[in-house]
Antibody, heavy 124, light 110 residues
């Protein structure tokens, strides 16, 4: 069945880097836009970054621009989030999510498939 | 502080109808469609409504969405205890140019 599985979370010190992965299965990876959405402990959802289905465009939350990079590797059916210069306020459960429909070539916020999340904790 | 304003909490009895509001501005709801998500305790979010009022396959018609000007509303009829969850509205905000979520509404079904 269609599935997204995140990995790569952990505990890191402020200023350090971490790379999250999101492995996709059960659907045509190249046909769907993908996103990262995070949720700080006890808080609401916050969209972090998105990438078009063909990788042609990437867009980011303002507070992570220049520090986070979203990418995808079609040969491995995997999306990544490279996070640099991490801050305490980046502490959250990071979900990967997929567009509800295929081949959407505009900014999108209809996420029809979600993973279970990977925890990132940034200590001071 | 979220750009999209939702009531932090609501409660209603089983069988009743509840509406959850989401208030924005011309830079977001006023010019972009709204989606709604349900997040059950300890679970990942689930898409309930997209394109203001469309339901993905498998979402019962007890859930409906609407918009008017710079506000959006999620209505849930025939409340069930299993509807106890956090509900979030979401859309695009052209300033600053990002996807924005509302702060979320915790629904309690008494």
């Amino acid at each position: 069945q269609e599935q997204l599985v995140e990995s790569g979370g952990g505990v890191v010190q402020s200023g350090k880097s971490l790379r999250l992965s999101c492995a996709a299965s059960g659907f045509a990876f190249n046909n769907y836009g993908l996103h990262w959405v995070r949720q700080a402990p006890g808080k609401g959802l916050e969209w972090v970054a998105g990438i078009f289905y063909d990788g042609s465009y990437k867009y980011y939350l303002g507070s992570v621009k220049g520090r986070f990079t979203i990418s995808k590797d079609s040969s491995r059916n995997t999306m990544f989030l490279e996070m640099k210069n991490l801050r305490v306020e980046d502490t959250a459960l990071y979900y990967c999510a997929r567009d509800v429909g295929p081949r959407v070539a505009t900014a999108n916020w209809d996420f029809g498939l979600w993973g279970q999340g990977t925890q990132v904790t940034v200590s001071s | 502080q979220s750009t999209l304003k939702q009531p932090p909490s609501l409660s209603a009895a089983p069988g009743q109808k509840v509406t959850i509001s989401c208030s924005g501005s011309s830079s977001n709801i006023g010019n972009n469609y709204v989606s709604w998500y349900q997040q059950l305790p300890t679970a990942a979010p689930k898409l309930l409504i997209y394109d203001n009022n469309k339901r993905p396959s498998g979402i019962p018609d007890r859930f409906s969405g609407s918009t008017s000007g710079t506000s959006a509303t999620l209505a849930i009829t025939g409340l069930q205890t299993g509807d106890e969850a956090d509900y979030y509205c979401v859309t695009w905000d052209s300033s600053p140019g990002a996807v924005v979520f509302g702060g979320g509404t915790k629904l309690t079904v008494l």
